[in-house]
């Protein structure tokens, strides 16, 4: 690669364009723009016709509780440390790294009790 690019200055950069096409290009318009053939929101509620994207997105990401009074946050906890005394209590094969997760989270469950207390008492 011998030749050097007209007007360009390393320093400076390219400062001009010298070629341009003839004609300007133009892209086509209207349903031959769309890369279906269709609108896009068109082609996916005939995937989704019977709920909208966003709330069946939703459903999908919530997470499925059976009986919803555990998500109060005293009885998690309760729920918690009896399930790490069970697995504490029963010989289960496996049951370590379970059993080291639920002692992490009940050691973070007490360590943010102790410091609600202490900025109650401040």
């Not at 929101?41 to 555990?70: N, Q, T």
């Not at 998500?71 to 440390?81: G, I, M, S, W, Y």
């Not at 080291?100 to 009790?113: C, Y």
Request: proline share 7%; charged share 30%; aromatic share 2%.
């Amino acid at each position: 690669m011998t030749e050097r690019i007209q007007g360009f200055v390393p320093q400076v950069g390219i400062e001009t364009i010298d070629e341009l096409p003839a004609e300007p290009l133009r892209l086509p318009l209207g349903p031959a723009a769309d890369l279906t053939g269709g609108r896009v929101r068109d082609r996916l509620d005939e995937l989704y016709p019977d709920s909208g994207l966003k709330r069946r997105l939703e459903e999908l990401a919530a997470p499925r509780v059976a009986d919803p009074a555990i998500t109060v946050p005293t009885r998690f906890e309760a729920l918690l440390r009896g399930a790490l005394d069970a697995l504490r209590a029963g010989d289960r094969a496996g049951g370590s790294s379970l059993e080291a997760l639920l002692t992490e989270e009940v050691a973070l469950r007490d360590q943010l009790a102790t410091m609600r207390a202490t900025l109650l008492r401040a």
